[in-house]
Every structure is written in structure tokens, then in C-alpha cells.
């Protein structure tokens, strides 16, 4: 990715030596020659005045689609503006599904604060060399998409709100969301969505109050043929941060969470966390796993096969921010911690608890 400016990776996928890139980019800026070489107060001069207005780099900002190989060369495929986005691909790469969304910054800012996105939905059924645009109302934000294969799948957006296809995207049915979801503001989102290999949605958010239930984090499911969330667990005093899935050889799925202590519109940095499970089949039993200590704050999680399960955290404490992977090989047993220092971006297996991640002009490889 070394030579597609500006540099970075952007969300990536790595398979062998193929790779495909989600990345969202500000416009290159150029600079006429140096008037005063030797003199580092001297400010450099754009070669278009454009390049000097934050709002305009903004609003010329691109979501692109990348494929190539790791040693060869790497094209874009997809170029759309947007300043937001979100995809999804199938197994064999084949099929692409991506969101944008773009704002434009030159515009007053409304009194609410809320300026308006545009959202389009794109398809690609040839691995990402041609596009169709969707069907889609350009008022309403998609934030995730995640898809069973390339026909079935879920839209989630600002609200929140929740859309399934099931004919590649051509037409989408709203499905109503959870008591008390989005209560807060317009463009609240979900704390934590995962869509199991069984066709099962759950969404995890914060509660202040629902019912006889205070101060908790309320996990809610839902099976592909139903048209109604119905409630899993809850989750005292929690603040879901990440939630996967995995298949349980034995019955149902097992549902890892990382949580942070404490309500969702208190957010502090290094709080630490901990990671909860649950069985499907057995949803009202929730078990601690591991409890992750303070000053670290806890960023996300993946969950692989055999027993792989990763947290990943900042410590801001010393001022430098450092990276940290916190992991386990045996279901949450027994953890290590791994000093990342700071990465800028990477990607994880599931099928195969492989991590890659990028540190400057250096692409990481782990294997659990």
C-alpha cells in the first residue's frame, strides 16, 4: 500500500498473498518549490488554495476499494466520495457490498449540529473490477453491514435502525428495534451487534432504566425468520464495547462480550474492562471471564477458532498512547499481554486466528 497516497493500509484482508483494502483518504496535497530551503519557520506554499481549507480536504475525502497482492502491485477499483463507510465481502471475495456516506463541510453547521449525510449502497459480483449502485434512501446512515452470504444479510444505521435484504440488496425491510434503543438522540448507534453463522442478529445497548432492570446493557436477538427481537440477557451495570459470536460444538453459540464498567454516557479513559460470556442456549447465565485492570481502555475484541480469543487496548497513562493485545488460547483460561506500541490499522482470521497489523512501512504477522 506504499505507493497509494496518502499513505495507509485502511481496513484490510489478507489471504495468502491477495489483499483487499477499504480506505477512506483525504486528497493528496501539493506544494510548489521551497522559496527558502534551510529554513524550517519558512511555510510551505499549496499548489492550489484549496489544499489550505480544512473543509474542502473534507469534502474531497474518498472511500476506495483496493485489491492486489502484498509483494506486486495494489489498483484502486472503487473510488466514491465519502467521508464514512462500510462493507462487507463474502468468503471468496467475489462478492462486495459498500456504504458511503458524505457530508458537505462547506455548508453552515445546523443549530442541531446534525449535518446531513448522504449514504449510497454499492455491489460488486465480479470481486470488486465493476460496481452497481443500489437502491437506497440517501437519508438514512449505514453504519455496518453484515451479510449471512451474498444474498441475505443486515443494513444497520443511525437511530438505530435495522434493514434485511434477502435478494442481494435490491429491496430492504425495516425490522422495529428493541424497547428503549435510541432513546437518547437521533443518531444514537448500537454498542455492540453480531450476526452468528445461524443466521442469529443480537445488538447489545445501554439502559438507564427499562422496566425493573436500572443501569444495564440489554442484549436482544434476532433469528433470521423472525420479524421481532426478543430479549437474550442482561448485562448489570455494563457497557458493552465489542460482541461476537462463536458456534458451540455442543449446543447453540457462545457469546463473548467486552465490557467497560459503568454507563455508556460516562465514558473515561482507563477504566479497564472484562470479558463476559454466555451460551445461547443457557443466556441467563453469564459468566466472567477475565477482568482487565486500569489505566488500560479497552478498544475491541475478536474471537477465533480453538480457544483464540484477543482484547485489544490503549494505556495513555505515560501520555504516548501504546497499543496492547491481551489474549488468550484456551477460551479465556489464561491471558498474555503482548506490547504492540502503536499500530496503525490491521485485521484478524477467524477461520484460522490469524492477525495482521501494521506498524509504520512494516506489515505484522501472528499466528495462534
Given at each position: 500500500?506504499?505507493?497509494?497516497?496518502p499513505?495507509g493500509g485502511?481496513?484490510?484482508?489478507?489471504r495468502?498473498?491477495?489483499?483487499i483494502?477499504?480506505?477512506i483518504a483525504e486528497?493528496v496535497?501539493?506544494f510548489k518549490?521551497?522559496?527558502h530551503?534551510?529554513d524550517?519557520?519558512a511555510p510551505?506554499?499549496?499548489t492550489?488554495?484549496?489544499m489550505?481549507?480544512?473543509?474542502?480536504?473534507?469534502?474531497?475525502?474518498t472511500?476506495?476499494f483496493?485489491r492486489g497482492?502484498?509483494?506486486?502491485a495494489?489498483?484502486?477499483r472503487f473510488?466514491?466520495?465519502g467521508?464514512?463507510?462500510?462493507?462487507?465481502?463474502s468468503?471468496?471475495?467475489s462478492?462486495?457490498?459498500v456504504g458511503t456516506?458524505w457530508t458537505?463541510f462547506?455548508?453552515?453547521?445546523?443549530?442541531?449540529?446534525?449535518?446531513?449525510?448522504?449514504?449510497?449502497?454499492?455491489r460488486s459480483?465480479?470481486g470488486?473490477?465493476t460496481?452497481?449502485?443500489?437502491?437506497?434512501?440517501?437519508?438514512h446512515?449505514?453504519?455496518?453491514l453484515?451479510f449471512?452470504?451474498?444474498l441475505?444479510g443486515y443494513?444497520i444505521?443511525?437511530?438505530?435502525?435495522?434493514?434485511?435484504?434477502a435478494d442481494?440488496g435490491r429491496?430492504?425491510q425495516e425490522i422495529?428495534?428493541?424497547?428503549?434503543?435510541?432513546?437518547?438522540?437521533?443518531?444514537?448507534?448500537?454498542?455492540g451487534?453480531?450476526?452468528a453463522?445461524?443466521?442469529v442478529?443480537?445488538?447489545?445497548?445501554?439502559v438507564?432504566?427499562?422496566?425493573d432492570?436500572k443501569?444495564?446493557?440489554?442484549?436482544?436477538?434476532l433469528?433470521w425468520?423472525?420479524?421481532?427481537?426478543e430479549?437474550?440477557?442482561?448485562?448489570p451495570?455494563q457497557?458493552v464495547?465489542?460482541?461476537?459470536?462463536?458456534?458451540?460444538a455442543a449446543h447453540?453459540d457462545?457469546v463473548y462480550a467486552l465490557c467497560?464498567?459503568g454507563?455508556?454516557?460516562?465514558y473515561?479513559?482507563?477504566?479497564?474492562?472484562s470479558?463476559?460470556?454466555?451460551n445461547?442456549?443457557q443466556p441467563?447465565t453469564v459468566?466472567?471471564?477475565h477482568?482487565f485492570?486500569?489505566p488500560?481502555?479497552?478498544?475491541?475484541?475478536?474471537?477465533g477458532v480453538?480457544?483464540?480469543?484477543?482484547?485489544?487496548?490503549t494505556d495513555?497513562?505515560q501520555?504516548?498512547?501504546?497499543?496492547?493485545?491481551?489474549y488468550s488460547t484456551n477460551?479465556?483460561?489464561s491471558w498474555?499481554q503482548?506490547?504492540d506500541?502503536?499500530m496503525l490499522?490491521?485485521?484478524f482470521?477467524?477461520d484460522?486466528?490469524?492477525?495482521y497489523?501494521?506498524s509504520?512501512?512494516t506489515l505484522?504477522?501472528r499466528?495462534?
Amino acid at each position: 500500500m506504499k505507493g497509494d497516497k496518502p499513505y495507509g493500509g485502511g481496513d484490510f484482508v489478507i489471504r495468502g498473498d491477495q489483499v483487499i483494502s477499504l480506505k477512506i483518504a483525504e486528497p493528496v496535497q501539493t506544494f510548489k518549490p521551497d522559496k527558502h530551503p534551510g529554513d524550517w519557520n519558512a511555510p510551505l506554499e499549496t499548489t492550489e488554495p484549496w489544499m489550505n481549507d480544512t473543509n474542502q480536504l473534507l469534502n474531497r475525502t474518498t472511500v476506495n476499494f483496493i485489491r492486489g497482492t502484498i509483494q506486486g502491485a495494489t489498483t484502486r477499483r472503487f473510488s466514491e466520495p465519502g467521508q464514512s463507510a462500510a462493507w462487507w465481502y463474502s468468503r471468496d471475495w467475489s462478492t462486495i457490498y459498500v456504504g458511503t456516506g458524505w457530508t458537505d463541510f462547506t455548508l453552515p453547521n445546523p443549530s442541531d449540529g446534525r449535518s446531513p449525510q448522504i449514504t449510497k449502497l454499492w455491489r460488486s459480483q465480479d470481486g470488486g473490477n465493476t460496481w452497481a449502485q443500489l437502491k437506497w434512501p440517501e437519508n438514512h446512515n449505514i453504519g455496518r453491514l453484515l451479510f449471512l452470504d451474498p444474498l441475505r444479510g443486515y443494513a444497520i444505521g443511525w437511530g438505530p435502525r435495522v434493514w434485511r435484504t434477502a435478494d442481494a440488496g435490491r429491496t430492504w425491510q425495516e425490522i422495529p428495534v428493541p424497547p428503549m434503543a435510541g432513546q437518547r438522540e437521533p443518531r444514537e448507534t448500537f454498542d455492540g451487534i453480531d450476526l452468528a453463522k445461524d443466521g442469529v442478529l443480537r445488538v447489545a445497548y445501554y439502559v438507564n432504566e427499562l422496566d425493573d432492570i436500572k443501569a444495564s446493557s440489554m442484549v436482544y436477538r434476532l433469528g433470521w425468520d423472525r420479524q421481532q427481537f426478543e430479549r437474550e440477557t442482561v448485562l448489570p451495570n455494563q457497557t458493552v464495547v465489542r460482541m461476537q459470536s462463536a458456534p458451540d460444538a455442543a449446543h447453540g453459540d457462545m457469546v463473548y462480550a467486552l465490557c467497560r464498567p459503568g454507563p455508556s454516557d460516562e465514558y473515561k479513559m482507563g477504566r479497564g474492562g472484562s470479558v463476559l460470556v454466555w451460551n445461547s442456549s443457557q443466556p441467563s447465565t453469564v459468566q466472567q471471564l477475565h477482568t482487565f485492570a486500569a489505566p488500560l481502555t479497552m478498544s475491541g475484541m475478536v474471537v477465533g477458532v480453538g480457544g483464540v480469543l484477543i482484547a485489544y487496548a490503549t494505556d495513555a497513562s505515560q501520555g504516548v498512547p501504546r497499543d496492547y493485545s491481551l489474549y488468550s488460547t484456551n477460551a479465556g483460561r489464561s491471558w498474555t499481554q503482548s506490547d504492540d506500541g502503536l499500530m496503525l490499522g490491521g485485521s484478524f482470521d477467524r477461520d484460522t486466528s490469524t492477525e495482521y497489523g501494521i506498524s509504520a512501512y512494516t506489515l505484522k504477522k501472528r499466528q495462534f
